[in-house]
Nanobody, 115 residues
Framework: QVQLVNSGGGLVQPGGSLRLSCAAS?????MGWFRQAPGKQRELVAT???????NYGDSTKGRFTISRDNAKNTVYLQMNSLKAEDTAVYYC????????????WGQGTQVTVSS
């Protein structure tokens, strides 16, 4: 059973920055984050493959940066220029190569952007 453990998150003012981390118990082909705000559907934040190929949601391009340390099975999400609309629960997720759906999910961490 693959485990994903989130860290980071919290409360930040608009325009501020936060960093999320997600450590996996084994190597996973593609890892990243999705988020869900109250009353909204879950949406893609950013993902990255073991080879460094990234994919960003339209609302996070240019402000968020995902990176990965394969030796630690850990991915990082640097979030800059945060806006109130970035407020959501952020879920780390992962999937094996060839799979379409994400198979592994972390516990979720709250990110709140507010003054």
């Amino acid at each position: 059973q693959v485990q994903l453990v989130n860290s980071g998150g919290g409360l930040v003012q608009p325009g501020g920055s936060l960093r999320l981390s997600c450590a996996a118990s084994k190597t996973i082909f593609r890892m990243g984050w999705f988020r869900q705000a109250p009353g909204k559907q879950r949406e893609l934040v950013a993902t990255i493959t073991a080879g460094g190929v990234t994919n960003y949601g339209d609302s996070t391009k240019g402000r968020f940066t995902i990176s990965r340390d394969n030796a630690k099975n850990t991915v990082y999400l640097q979030m800059n220029s945060l806006k109130a609309e970035d407020t959501a629960v952020y879920y780390c997720a992962g999937r094996r190569q060839g799979m379409v759906q994400y198979e592994y999910w972390g516990q979720g961490t709250q990110v709140t952007v507010s003054s």
